[in-house]
């Protein structure tokens, strides 16, 4: 027996999704069936497919009480719409089922850990008292996927809420408790990171763990991680897994003040993704980021050892997983959450997307981020074309124009090979524009000198209040730059220099507007190879 709200949520979600044309729809990254999407929740492989739930609020294209919206998907491209899995409908999480993750248990049934908001406990701000609850598939799932039928229905635990805030730390603040990220160690036994603020203004914000014998009976261990150093309020939704033999803890920090050492390009304000990478003592629960010599003697960058995930201007709440291959993939919300809300109420009847998942791998201890080598099989329409130049008048490409592209691009200057590293450039600035028409365009520029990338949507359809350009220092190469840009309908995710930075982007230029125009000042040299995405591979 499903709730009334549950039943309600997948009649509205059926009726009205089906009003949703496919244009209205990105090609290949995934968007809510209906109305409004947030976080990716418990992103997973099991029964034969990836599973993917996502914040959802299925009746307007604004934030509201939050569900969990369902898509599966054979290759992390294509994905198929599950009915809602979840409604806020109990005493423990009417006021939203928040974010969490997922889990297959030894007897085959999948198991989410999710975080529920009490719509009667309310502090004087308006907050809602905030718990963790369970969820489990009513039956196992097998390999072949026979049991992931939409009759396997999860079920919110009898036991619920298994951690409250008596389950706190001293300090730690029971509104502002969420997002668990759970994991199953070598003995058997279950852990999960939890984000939390505490309220003493030294600490600021704790990733608190916690354990389980059997997913269900948790206790609080210990505080994982804490920042004193206040770089922001709530280090939202937690990611703690390993790559190599090293540990990375990624989370998604509200509110961040701190300032690069050479002028915000790094973490600018607001709300940031950030990771470290570091050693995990598994015996003694004690998780050590490392930081270079270099990073060590800077007194003036708080944060050194402290990376952005991706520095574009819409990434957020990433969660990462393990592929049955042993990759560790990841995929975040493509949208800045404090711009979410500003589009007008019936302007869209879906709104937000999901990133392309990442395969994730490190070198020098940095995070490389690479689109899943899956959406290769949607390519269709290679064109490439070595040696274009470029200089002050725009240019465009005859074969090169459209909105839904895979671009892999080389800029280096003219008469020099990728590897000079002469401080001397053939051309002072580089200027890509791509969803452009006479009057918009979404705009991508490169500083050889200076070795900034900016990308600059202000002339791209966007409400005035939000934020319209980003820079970035990027690895000094002698005026040459690696590139692959994804681009589907209203999105661009730029790859830079082989996957050690990414910047993700949207913007709402006209779907007409699918000119790509070049433009160097001196004279600049591309290589290019594009291919078209096809929905239907
Ligand atoms: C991050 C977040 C999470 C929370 C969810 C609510 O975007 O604020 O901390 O669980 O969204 O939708």
Redesign the pocket.
């Given at each position: 027996m499903i709730s009334k709200e549950l039943a309600a949520a997948r009649e509205y979600e059926k009726r009205k999704s089906a009003e949703v044309t496919e244009e209205e729809r990105p090609v290949y990254h995934l968007s809510p069936l209906i109305g409004w999407l947030?976080?990716p929740n418990g992103f997973s492989y099991y029964g034969g497919k990836y599973h993917l739930f996502y914040?959802y609020h299925p009746y307007s294209s604004h934030?509201g009480p939050?569900h969990w919206g369902h898509a599966v998907s054979d290759d992390l491209v294509r994905w198929e719409y599950r009915q809602a899995a979840m409604a806020p409908d109990t005493d423990y999480d009417g006021a939203?089922c928040?974010?969490?993750s997922a889990i297959t248990m030894p007897d085959g049934r999948q198991l989410l850990m999710y975080?529920g908001c009490d719509p009667e406990n309310l502090d004087p701000d308006g907050r809602w008292r905030q718990t963790q609850c369970i969820a489990v598939s009513e039956k196992p799932v097998t390999d072949d996927g026979a049991e992931m039928d939409e009759t396997n229905e999860f079920i919110k635990y009898e036991g619920n809420p298994v951690l409250t805030g008596a389950d706190l730390p001293s300090g730690g603040d029971p509104y502002e408790f969420?997002?668990p990220y759970i994991w199953r160690t070598k003995d058997g036994s279950y852990r999960s990171i939890i984000?939390n603020a505490n309220r003493d203004e030294s600490k600021a914000t704790q990733l608190c763990l916690y354990s389980s014998p059997d997913g269900f009976e948790w206790k609080f261990d210990k505080v994982l991680f804490e920042d004193s150093r206040h770089v922001g309020l709530?280090w939202?939704?937690p990611n703690f897994f390993s790559i190599d033999d090293r540990q990375i803890l990624i989370a998604?920090p509200?509110d961040m003040e701190v300032e690069d050492a050479e002028g915000s390009i790094r973490f600018p304000k607001g709300n940031n993704v950030c990771y470290m990478v570091g050693d995990y003592d598994e015996a003694e629960e004690v998780f050590t980021p490392h930081q270079s010599a270099a990073q060590e003697k800077s007194e003036k960058d708080p944060v050194a050892s402290y990376h952005p995930v991706d520095c574009g201007l819409d990434f957020?709440?990433p969660q990462v997983m393990t592929a049955p291959d042993g990759r560790r993939i990841m995929i975040g919300?493509m949208q800045d959450?404090s711009m979410g809300n500003l589009h007008g109420e019936d302007e869209f009847r879906i709104f937000c997307q999901m990133t392309v998942p990442r395969e994730l791998t490190l070198r020098n201890e940095r995070l490389i981020q690479r689109p899943v080598r899956e959406l290769e099989s949607y390519w269709s329409g290679r064109v490439r074309l070595a040696s274009i130049e470029t200089g002050p008048d725009e240019r465009s490409i005859e074969e090169i124009y459209g909105r839904t592209l895979d671009i892999e691009l080389e800029l280096r200057p003219a008469e020099q090979t990728a590897e000079d590293e002469s401080e001397e450039c053939s051309y002072s600035s580089f200027s890509m524009k791509f969803a452009a028409d006479d009057e918009h365009c979404c705009e991508l520029i490169y500083d050889p000198q200076r070795s900034i990338l900016t990308i600059d949507r202000s002339r791209s359809g966007q409400n005035d209040e939000m934020t319209k350009r980003r820079s970035i220092r990027v690895r000094r190469r002698g005026g040459s730059l690696d590139l692959r840009i994804l681009l589907d309908r209203w999105s661009a995710e730029i790859f830079i220099n082989g996957g050690e930075q990414v910047m993700s982007v949207t913007y709402y230029t006209p779907i007409e507007a699918d000119r790509i125009t070049f433009r160097s000042e001196g004279k600049a040299v591309l290589d290019i190879s594009s291919h078209k995405i096809a929905a239907d591979a």
């Open positions: 947030n976080d914040q934030w939050m939203g928040f974010s969490g975080t969420r997002d984000a709530m939202e939704c998604s509200m957020y709440a919300w959450p």
